[in-house]
């Protein structure tokens, strides 16, 4: 075990970015399966939420405590770290893949979908993300919260069965 801060988050990480990966390939592929589905913007939170909680769960079920403030704040931190970043890497994906460059008034485009919304959301932009990461981290804080203590909730009732 190393004495670095974030040691044990590890677990938690890995619990997370799989999940989180998992969760990805999911909606990729149902959104091949079935093409005229019409997803929620809002799927994209409530992925990071499930993955939020299943990081939440290891980290109590290996510490058996849930996490405290601190671990929480790098917890999310580096969850959010993760998701956008990889959000990120995906959309610039897309654009290198159709030949598009990847600057703020295309992105404007691409969320907004029409040319007029576009030039109306542009100088907001850079707002428009900064709440949406906003929103990822206390996703991912609130989540391991409740994860970890659902895993403690679990744990008191097998072992009250078992007592």
């Not at 939170?45 to 405290?68: K, N």
């Amino acid at each position: 075990m190393t004495d670095t801060p974030n040691a044990g988050l590890t677990r938690p990480l890995l619990a997370f970015a799989a999940a989180f990966l998992a969760g990805q390939g999911l909606l990729y592929a149902l959104g091949m399966l079935l093409p005229d589905l019409d997803l929620p913007s809002s799927i994209g939170l409530a992925l990071t939420f499930v993955a939020a909680l299943i990081g939440g769960q290891v980290f109590a079920r290996a510490a058996a405590r849930p996490m405290s403030r601190g671990e929480r704040l790098r917890y999310a931190a580096l969850a959010t770290v993760f998701a956008v970043g990889l959000m990120a890497a995906a959309l610039a994906g897309l654009f290198l893949w159709y030949r598009l460059p990847f600057t703020l008034p295309a992105l404007s485009l691409v969320m907004a979908g029409d040319a007029n919304a576009a030039a109306m959301m542009g100088g907001w932009l850079w707002l428009l993300l900064g709440v949406g990461v906003l929103a990822t981290f206390t996703v991912c804080y609130l989540a391991a919260s409740v994860g970890a203590r659902a895993a403690m909730q679990q744990q008191a009732r097998a072992e009250g069965r078992k007592g």
